[in-house]
């Protein structure tokens, strides 16, 4: 949350000339509502059905950028599914995090004192995403353009074969 999911990964897909979609907006579309009225009406159980049905069919079928909504990689088939692919952790400090996320309007997860909530988000689901990341980027005092060319960097590092011919290189960075 305010890591910069879907501004990135817009100025990634376009770097990368590939499509681009949200998994949080593809809910929306789905469900015919904005995800804080899905939480509102529905509750965050049903929010993580939809949500988990839409990755995992945003997944098989999409073959370009794919921004997840923070909380989708807490499902167990959702991590399975995404460990067949570039997962990219857009690491976010406390601070950045809180700046960018204001005071937390439209974000259900978020009501109550906003900088506790994502204290806790941040503590309960960075393992997690350091866990799935083969490339991991840390946002805090870069621009969105910045984090797109990390991100691109990283990836032609993946991409590149390593000098003795076998395998890939790979950084503490890329994992």
Known sequence: MGAGKTTVGRLLSDALGVPFADSD????ERAGK???EIFVDDGEAA??????????????????????GGG?????????????????FLRVGLAD???????????????????ARVKQLLDERTPVYESL??????????????????????LRRLDTPSPGGSGYSTTEADR
């Open 97 to 115: 995090a809180v700046k960018r996320v204001g005071l937390g309007a439209g974000r259900p997860l978020l009501l109550g004192n906003v900088r």
């Open 47 to 68: 929010f993580r059905d939809l949500e988990r049905v839409a990755v995992a069919d945003m997944l098989a079928e999409h073959s370009g950028v794919l921004a997840l």
């Open 25 to 28: 907006h593809e809910v929306e």
């Open 34 to 36: 904005p995800v804080s």
């Open 72 to 88: 989708a990689v807490l499902d167990a088939d959702t991590r399975a599914l995404l460990a067949e692919h570039r997962v990219v």
């Open 133 to 154: 990341a083969r490339i991991t980027i840390d946002t805090d005092g870069l621009s969105p353009g910045d984090v797109a060319g990390e991100v691109v960097d990283a």
